[in-house]
């Protein structure tokens, strides 16, 4: 990774404060631990592992499997296709990793919509437990073992190892010292808005000029040109989370000022 790369994903060592707090504990529980090894290492989820920020175990939910051949799922009962995992290797899973401050997690595309807030939330837990299921789901009886059931979407994948990533990382980078603390404060829905547009070298490609604003050294400037195109953005791609937001005076202004422009011009951005 070249130093802009890192550069952009905001790289900082942790303060002396923020290394007193104990690491995030992540245990995953997975038939294909292959699937986690390698993006657990790599990028912000390695350097945060690295400073020990947060120590990450991968599980491989066989070592509790029943009989011989270490078996997981069986067949449903009242037919169907595919296969279901059984209850008693997770039990046996989170009766050894299960602690009294755990949180139970089971990717499931029923469960609450993963959003930043509840991301926000698991990064302050001590321990994490993350059950990743496979096949048909999971036996009904296994929901009763978890804390809670989240999803990334209204679409099913081929399990819960994908969603388990995409919880970790989101987790990960909130934690204090994983990256700067102004990479978190003004990304997309961290104040419930999309971030606003963001430019880099060179200040001309191929016709398309970076605002002059953001090169005129006014930094109220800027930060009213961010605000503005942050309800523009958000405005025009997610105007569901402006009708839940309570405005302050500068963001009901800077939105009329949006809405007039788009009514005068008939463009969404």
């Known amino acids: 990774m070249s130093e802009p790369d890192q550069a952009r994903e905001g790289d900082a060592e942790p303060s002396a404060g923020e290394r007193t707090r104990p690491p995030l504990e992540i245990d995953v529980l997975t038939l294909f631990p292959a699937m986690l090894d390698g993006p657990l290492a790599q990028s912000i989820p390695g350097r945060v592992q690295t400073r020990g920020l947060a120590t990450i175990r991968i599980h491989d939910l066989r070592e509790w499997g029943l009989g011989r051949h270490r078996t997981v799922d069986d067949y449903t009962y009242g037919g169907g296709a595919g296969m279901v995992l059984r209850p008693e290797p997770v039990a046996a899973a989170l009766a050894v990793l299960r602690r009294p401050d755990s949180v139970v997690i089971l990717p499931d595309p029923g469960g609450e919509v993963f959003?930043?807030?509840?991301?926000?939330?698991?990064?302050?837990?001590?321990?994490?437990?993350?059950?990743?299921?496979?096949?048909?789901?999971?036996?009904?009886?296994?929901?009763?073992?978890?804390?809670?059931?989240?999803?990334?979407?209204?679409?099913?994948?081929?399990?819960?190892?994908?969603?388990?990533?995409?919880?970790?990382?989101?987790?990960?980078?909130?934690?204090?010292?994983?990256?700067?603390?102004?990479?978190?404060?003004?990304?997309?829905?961290?104040?419930?808005?999309?971030?606003?547009?963001?430019?880099?070298?060179?200040?001309?490609?191929?016709?398309?000029?970076?605002?002059?604003?953001?090169?005129?050294?006014?930094?109220?400037?800027?930060?009213?040109?961010?605000?503005?195109?942050?309800?523009?953005?958000?405005?025009?791609?997610r105007p569901e989370l402006l009708a839940g937001r309570t405005l302050t005076k500068e963001e009901s202004k800077l939105l009329a000022s949006v809405q007039a422009e788009l009514d005068e011009t008939g463009n969404s951005e």
């Open 115 to 237: 959003g930043q807030r509840r991301a926000q939330d698991l990064s302050e837990r001590s321990h994490l437990v993350i059950l990743c299921p496979r096949y048909e789901g999971v036996d009904e009886r296994v929901r009763a073992m978890v804390d809670m059931e989240l999803s990334i979407g209204d679409y099913v994948l081929s399990g819960g190892e994908i969603p388990a990533l995409v919880f970790v990382d989101a987790i990960l980078r909130l934690l204090p010292g994983a990256i700067d603390a102004e990479s978190t404060a003004e990304e997309s829905f961290t104040d419930g808005l999309l971030e606003y547009p963001q430019y880099t070298r060179p200040p001309e490609f191929q016709g398309a000029l970076v605002p002059a604003v953001l090169s005129s050294g006014n930094h109220e400037a800027v930060r009213k040109w961010r605000l503005k195109e942050a309800l523009r953005r958000t405005l025009s791609r």
